[in-house]
């Protein structure tokens, strides 16, 4: 998808007060749960427009005014995180190729189990899936059971405190390749075949352990509230523009 263009030090995917907000991405909503799952834009503030249909929004953990954004926001929620949830490229078996190293996720926590994952490849073409679940207590590694899956990276993720915070909303910065060496501790796995010698096996071979690459997709599950997703080379400490800051309501 970029991996024949040529990349500035940022790239933005996502941004909910820009037009063709989803562009880039496709929307999973999970067809059985009409009352409960829904994808759609509204503002922070309002919480408006509301959904239509009968589905009821799920309410921000916080109710301090000054947490909250006057500004558009993706609401994205349901009780079945698998089920609902938008990716990047937006067909399957295309790949971002963004080689930055830093992911940067804007999202407020709204006191829901929430999920995301990013699809990485190392220098080698061996790929893999590092997720971050909220639910998540220990970190975990399922390797697959044959060269046809991906291992995937199972860690904890929790929110700062709102006592620290200025806003309800937490910036996400992620250093994408610390996570690599992850995918060959063997203390990690979660064994999902009958040799514990094989899953070993599987875990060195089929890993990505060299250098990193670029990312390959990345996915957003329910229950969140979305503001921006973008990626850099220069990490948290980078210059931004004056858009992609976080302000509270006054």
């Given at each position: 998808m970029f991996s024949a263009v040529v990349q500035s030090d940022q790239v933005s995917l996502f941004s909910s007060t820009g037009s063709n907000q989803?562009?880039?991405f496709s929307i999973h909503c999970d067809e059985s749960l009409p009352s409960d799952a829904f994808i759609g834009l509204l503002n922070d503030r309002s919480s408006e427009p509301q959904p239509e249909g009968t589905v009821t929004l799920?309410?921000?953990?916080?109710?301090?005014p000054g947490f909250l954004l006057d500004q558009t926001v993706l609401h994205v929620q349901s009780p079945s995180l698998p089920n609902t949830y938008i990716q990047c490229p937006a067909q399957y078996g295309t790949e971002l190729g963004l080689k930055h190293?830093?992911?940067?996720?804007?999202?407020?926590?709204?006191?829901?189990?929430?999920s995301f994952e990013v699809g990485i490849a190392d220098r080698v073409g061996r790929k893999g899936i590092i997720r971050?679940?909220?639910?998540?207590?220990?970190?975990?590694?399922?390797?697959p059971a044959?060269?046809?899956g991906l291992p995937l990276l199972h860690l904890p993720f929790s929110f700062p405190?709102?006592?620290?915070?200025?806003?309800?909303?937490?910036?996400?910065?992620?250093h994408l390749?610390?996570?690599?060496?992850?995918?060959?501790n063997t203390n990690l796995i979660e064994h999902a075949s009958d040799s514990i010698e094989d899953d070993f096996l599987h875990a060195h071979v089929l890993s990505p352990a060299g250098q990193y690459s670029h990312v390959c997709y990345i996915r957003i599950y329910s229950t969140c509230?979305?503001?921006?997703?973008?990626?850099?080379d220069g990490g948290p400490g980078q210059k931004l523009p004056w858009e992609f800051e976080l302000y509270a309501r006054e």
């Open positions: 989803l562009q880039l799920v309410s921000p953990h916080s109710s301090q190293s830093w992911i940067h996720v804007q999202v407020r926590n709204m006191s829901r189990e929430w971050f679940s909220t639910f998540q207590k220990q970190p975990r590694l399922k390797v044959d060269s046809n405190s709102d006592s620290t915070q200025l806003t309800a909303w937490s910036t996400v910065n992620l390749p610390t996570f690599f060496p992850h995918f060959t509230r979305l503001r921006r997703v973008w990626f850099s």
